[in-house]
Nanobody, 124 residues
Framework: QVQLVESGGGLVQAGGSLRLSCAASGGTFSNYAMGWFRQAPGKEREFVSTITWSGSNTYYADSVKGRFTISRDNAKNTVYLRMNGLKPDDTAVYYC?????????????????WGQGTQVTVSS
């Protein structure tokens, strides 16, 4: 059983930056691809970014491409999401998730383990 704990959310002005962290425990971290998803009030959970098991490949939603950067440190069992140029539309609860195997890393339904989420609020 993998436990995931996110941190780093908060309130920031438009154009600002935040770095989210997700610490994993209870499993072999490098066996899992990691994803970040977000959910705004009244909206469905949506894909933000994902990184493959070794970190060799990363993928981003079009809405965050060029502004967000995902990375992982397998020695620290942690995945990060660096968010620059934040916009009010980025306001949401951000979740990290882990999956052992998936044919579609952008599909939240494939992910087995989830953190509790961290709130990101971007003011205009």
């Amino acid at each position: 059983q993998v436990q995931l704990v996110e941190s780093g959310g908060g309130l920031v002005q438009a154009g600002g930056s935040l770095r989210l962290s997700c610490a994993a425990s209870g499993g072999t971290f490098s066996n899992y691809a990691m994803g970040w998803f977000r959910q705004a009030p009244g909206k469905e959970r949506e894909f933000v970014s994902t990184i493959t098991w070794s970190g060799s490949n990363t993928y981003y939603a079009d809405s965050v491409k060029g502004r967000f950067t995902i990375s992982r440190d397998n020695a620290k069992n942690t995945v990060y999401l660096r968010m620059n140029g934040l916009k009010p539309d980025d306001t949401a609860v951000y979740y990290c998730a882990a999956v052992g195997w998936s044919q579609n890393l952008q599909d939240y339904k494939d992910y087995s383990y989830w953190g509790q989420g961290t709130q990101v609020t971007v003011s205009s």
